[in-house]
């Protein structure tokens, strides 16, 4: 049986290797790797101890389901049923990995919270292999690999990096939409407070403190600007 769930994982990981080959550094396979990683870890964190392998695999597909697909690609079942057919896992694991995907993300909880679904914001409540996946992928966003990522992803849709020195500090609305500095306050700020788990928790109050750091020296050089 190891030797099966050996086979599975590495079909998986060449799979997603080969499907995120094309993606940018800031939603890369090096991404998903960290992803699995700590998925793993926030899982054997916790008792009772959630299934690892459906926790493991789940990180490894988390970003499948993703803006990159349009309406033409295939659904994430067809995609991924030649590896979830895999003798080393059951139709019940494979059916929880395909349900924990598309919940993994900041923007499906938050529309969750609001549809009047109760089996399904329960299900999200108590599944600990969503949670294990969801604040591994969250504290990927922030702190200082999460600083990285938003300058990347900034490099990549042509997002200035940081607010003018006219409208940095204490300008108008806050939000500071249209820098990469602005998606502190949009959105990277905010998850410290939606983590799950005990050790997600005081992990991401740690990264949380580094864009604290960050954001006030970003601050204090703009200011010798003036
Ligand atoms: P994931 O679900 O894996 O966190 P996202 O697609 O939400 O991936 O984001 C990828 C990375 O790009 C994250 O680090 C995120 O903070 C950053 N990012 C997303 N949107 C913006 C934005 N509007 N400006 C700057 N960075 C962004
Ligand atoms: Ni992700």
Redesign the pocket.
Known sequence: MGKDIDDLLKQAETFVRAHMAGYDP??DWH?VER?RRLALKIAQSLDPQPDLLVVELAALF??LD??YRTSTSPTLSDLLSPLLSHPAISSCQSELILKIIPS???TSELKSLIEQNDERRNWQRDCKELHSVQDS??L??IGSI?IM??A???CK?N?KLMEDVETGSGDGDGSGSGS?E??FE???LRIRDRMKTPFGKEEAEKRHQTMVEFLSSLDRERDLLI
């Open positions: 800031s939603h991404h992803v988390h970003d993703d803006k993994v993300s900041y992928d969250r990927d966003a999460g990522r938003c990347a992803f900034s849709v997002r990469a602005g998606h949009e959105k990277l």
